[in-house]
């Protein structure tokens, strides 16, 4: 695969966040100066851009369609209500020919105060329990973790709308040190919230919560990185019998597959014999970042720090492309969703109306943009955005 079907250019400083939303119909990009831009990807073209932050933006999520999630490196966790009928009034001009000063955003719908101090991006989840107390019960509901701003080790998990900090310092169990959270994600899992967590010492751990004590328990220990945990990702299996795995990637030259058993035991927390991944390769290239896993769960891929992005196979972590188009570093990496009936909605992202929109597509497409719309959706793409400001777009098999 020799060169991307599109290059999206705009940006003005690095790429650091991509999120593909409303069944692959918007990309969001975000970078090193602020910058948000929703793209319109059947016309590949801008149809929202602000300056979110003051400063690079850490990560970018939907919440229920209508509502983007970025998280700065301002310590600020923002929402902002992007629905579709918000579009037409919102202003197109790209951060690169255009100042922030001229640029009204969407509307704020929620703003928290984090501790951006590790780079360590937020993880969101739908909130499966009951709002707080004195919380709104009406609408989505999100769970949101991130580092925890009284212990910088731990983490903290909050409810929203309400923005109640509902779990605090996460992790503070632990006997034996891990430095800062540098990555995380947060789910449901047989009925049983999850949170994922690679540190800076190379551990990856889950937790797992207790519902009858509201207590954190550690599942699962390891430490197969020599170098700090910088993405990782996961692919929960839809048999509730069936063992479920995660992957992760460091400054160091590893990729590790791990498998969780479920209803494990609570693992012990010392570190004198920590658990091994069910597999490790040396892929011989230091600093794989922004590891995502396609919704199907066939194939992860990562953003190298060598400029190129590697796909492997889910299975057995076999690279079965090298993409080379970029000249500088890449940092991020997003699949579109894909859609055949076997994959289960991701964490946070509501594709709502969209999804059944696609379930019930008419055999007959009668106009151009209908055509191109139903194709985006269905299309297997990869988005990768690197150093030089632009994202690239990639049709994976």
């Known amino acids: 695969m020799e ?41 590949r073209r801008p149809v929202a851009v602000w300056k979110a932050h003051d400063g690079p933006v850490l990560a970018v999520a939907d919440w229920d369609d209508s509502n983007i999630i970025t998280h700065g490196r301002d310590n600020k966790i923002y929402v902002w209500q992007v629905r579709p009928q918000d579009e037409p009034g919102l202003d197109t001009r790209l951060p690169a020919t255009s100042s922030s000063e001229h640029h009204s955003p969407p509307w704020l719908l929620n703003s928290l105060h984090v501790n951006a101090l590790n780079f360590c991006a937020f993880a969101i989840c739908p909130a499966a329990a009951a709002a707080p107390a004195g919380a709104d019960q009406t609408g989505p509901q999100l769970l949101l973790a991130v ?28 006997n034996f040190k891990t430095g800062m959270p540098m990555a995380l994600r947060l789910f449901n899992i047989n009925s049983q919230l999850t949170l994922l967590a690679g540190y800076e010492s190379g551990h990856a751990i889950v937790f797992t919560l207790d519902p009858k004590t509201n207590i954190w328990n550690t599942a699962y220990s390891s430490k197969p990185h020599s170098q700090p945990v910088l993405s990782l990702d996961y692919h929960p299996h839809l048999e509730p019998s069936a063992p479920w795995t995660f992957y992760t990637s460091s400054a160091d030259s590893i990729i590790a597959k791990h498998e969780i058993q479920p209803n494990a035991t609570p693992a012990n927390s010392n570190d004198d014999d920590p658990s091994q991944p069910s597999q490790t390769i040396n892929t011989r290239h230091a600093g794989q970042q922004g590891l995502s896993l396609r919704s199907d769960g066939r194939i992860f891929a990562t953003a190298g720090w060598d400029s190129r992005i590697r796909v492997y196979t889910s299975k057995n972590m076999k690279e079965v492309a090298v993409l080379k188009w970029h000249r500088e570093g890449c940092y991020a990496v997003a699949f579109a969703r894909i859609f055949d009936g076997r994959d289960e909605p991701r964490a946070g992202g509501g594709d709502g109306a969209y999804s059944d929109e696609v379930a019930q597509a008419s055999d007959t497409i009668t106009t151009v943009s209908q055509q191109r719309e139903e194709r985006t959706r269905h299309a297997h793409v990869l988005a990768a955005g690197s150093k030089d400001g632009r994202v690239s777009l990639w049709e994976i098999f």
């Open 3 to 43: 060169q991307p079907v599109y290059v999206i250019r705009g940006h003005p400083s690095p790429v650091h966040a991509l999120h593909f939303y409303r069944s692959n119909s918007r990309l969001v990009s975000a970078d090193a100066d602020g910058w948000i831009v929703l793209w319109d990807l059947p016309t």
């Open 147 to 174: 580092p925890s701003s009284k212990d910088p080790n731990t983490i903290d998990i909050y409810h929203l709308p309400s923005q109640t900090r509902v779990h605090a310092t996460v992790g503070q169990h632990l």
